[in-house]
């Protein structure tokens, strides 16, 4: 047994050292980054030619920093120049799966695959090296046959993790690693599990501090209450190293967010959506960052003139991506700016073709708790009941499989916030109508179920904060220190929000 032990580790050396020769060999364009496309820096060498190499470079920098669309069309390319090229269409799969987003296109991951060969077993046979081989395992895994997104997340992780024992000097089977750990549970924050992408991420920045996956999955990872400021490192850096992609610049705002640092803020999403229209995007996701922080400082007339831009583009191009974001501009106007606000804030957004209505009931919120303002009681209760039956019909459509497009899905924790919304509503409602103790029990009812929603960084999920509303409903009532208490529990989640903080001085003794 001991001389089997020993021929087989001698094996698996004398294998390794094939393979190192191999990929060397194979290896004709290095693989180095030299950050010409402002993408950020990496070392990925591949089996690919100068000409196929330098597209796919291009490809893996616009995946690290979610420029998805972009990064499909420089793998094409890559397979363009180079058609038995095995590592550009697993560039291209990838660009199929946003795990962390909830969103992953089996049918169109497949299909980029296919085109390299039929089956796996013919498409591992193209790769010309182990190391190639192991990527594809991987990918393969991803695209798995199980309907469990959990099942295929675990899969697609244990083969990253094997590519990087396989591999220990490989930055980016850690960085997609470090990824796979944060898609682990999807779009449900498991603190274990980023804590250790973020140990991987780490590692990789100590060697490669402009890695740009490295800096955007540390910013993920640090995106709560407890970790966000050991993110603020890898904010100041990530804009910066990789200005050439829209989401780069806009995602150190994750961080500047949880520190309540506006005019940090500001820039980031400022440039981030410049960068997404003069590509020919719509940039919607900055914007509403963006219009959040401008409210957040005073720029009340700044913030209405993105409103006008979301509603000027949905005249020619009413996708559901455009409609969900005036739907959130339009909330946060009303609630941030209240009185303020222009009357067109009050017109619903068309929601139909899109399966979760939270952000649609989110500006029924907004919209039933301004005419709670004006006293106009009635018209409030028409939102509560508009909320209900986008909650009843949310309820229905509830599915556990990962679909292509988040707009098609449903998830539980949409369930959950939208029952929060319309708990909130309900407690405004009673408190208006003179049930003014009923009042403000239920919406402290609302508050801690908000805060066992999952939680990022950002406006807030829930437009009106629940604590920030019992806040002002115990200053109502006089109760100062009560109010006190409940305007701090929301600057815990929002730290530095304007209303809050003016909620706080007005309960001062």
């Avoid at 924790?413 to 029990?441: C, H, P, Q, W, Y």
């Amino acid at each position: 047994m001991r001389y089997l032990l020993i021929g087989s580790v001698l094996l698996l050396a004398i294998l390794s050292a094939v393979d190192a020769k191999a990929q060397h060999q194979h290896d004709r364009s290095g693989g180095q980054s030299t950050g010409p496309v402002d993408l950020g820096e990496i070392n990925f060498p591949t089996s690919g030619s100068p000409a196929a190499q330098k597209h796919f470079i291009e490809g893996v920098l616009l995946l690290h920093s979610f420029e998805f669309g972009r990064a499909r069309r420089a793998f094409q390319a890559a397979s363009s120049v180079a058609p038995d090229f095995a590592m550009a269409y697993w560039g291209e799969a990838m660009t199929h799966d946003h795990r962390i987003w909830g969103e992953q296109d089996q049918k169109a991951g497949l299909a980029a695959l296919a085109r390299l060969a039929p089956t796996p077993a013919e498409r591992r046979a193209k790769a010309p090296t182990l190391r190639e081989k192991m990527y594809l395992d991987a990918v393969e895994a991803l695209y798995g046959d199980s309907d469990d997104p959990e099942v295929i997340a675990k899969a697609y992780s244990k083969a990253m993790e094997a590519l990087t024992k396989q591999f220990p000097e490989d930055l980016e089977a850690r960085a997609f690693y470090s990824l796979s750990l944060l898609g682990l549970t999807g779009t449900t924050r498991n603190t274990e599990n980023y804590m250790r992408a973020a140990a991987v991420a780490e590692e990789i920045y100590e060697k490669n501090p402009r890695h740009p996956g490295a800096l955007h999955y540390l910013i993920h990872a640090y995106d709560d209450p407890v970790h966000a400021p050991l993110g603020l490192r890898a904010a100041r850096v990530y804009g910066t190293v990789a200005k050439g992609a829209s989401h780069a610049q806009h995602m150190p705002s994750h961080i500047f967010f949880a520190l309540g640092m506006w005019e940090d803020s500001i820039k980031a999403n400022t440039d981030s959506m410049k960068t997404a229209r003069d590509a020919g995007q719509g940039g919607y996701h900055p914007l509403h960052w963006l219009q959040h922080a401008y409210l957040q400082v005073g720029r009340v007339s700044d913030a209405s003139k993105l409103v006008s831009i979301v509603e000027e583009d949905i005249k020619t191009t009413p996708s559901a991506y455009a409609r969900t974001h005036l739907a959130m501009a339009r909330a946060t106007f009303l609630v941030e700016a209240g009185p303020d606000a222009p009357a067109t804030m009050m017109q619903t957004v068309d929601g139909s073709g899109v399966a979760s209505q939270v952000v649609f009931a989110n500006h029924d919120l907004a919209i039933g708790l301004e005419h709670l303002r004006r006293n106009e009681v009635r018209s409030a209760g028409q939102m509560l009941e508009a909320i209900r039956q986008k909650a009843d019909s949310m309820r229905q459509a509830r599915t556990s499989a990962i679909a292509a497009s988040r707009y098609s899905q449903v998830s539980q924790a949409d369930i959950d916030t939208i029952s929060v919304i319309e708990k909130m509503l309900a407690a405004a409602l009673e408190f208006a109508s003179g049930e003014r103790d009923n009042g403000v029990r239920n919406m402290k009812s609302a508050a801690e179920a908000e805060d066992r929603l999952v939680f990022e960084y950002g406006p807030p999920a829930i437009v009106k904060p629940a604590w920030e509303a019992v806040g002002e409903m115990l200053l109502a009532l006089g109760r100062k220190e009560e109010a006190s208490n409940a305007f701090r529990n929301a600057l815990k989640r929002y730290p530095n929000r304007r209303l809050s903080n003016e909620g706080l001085s007005r309960a001062a003794p």
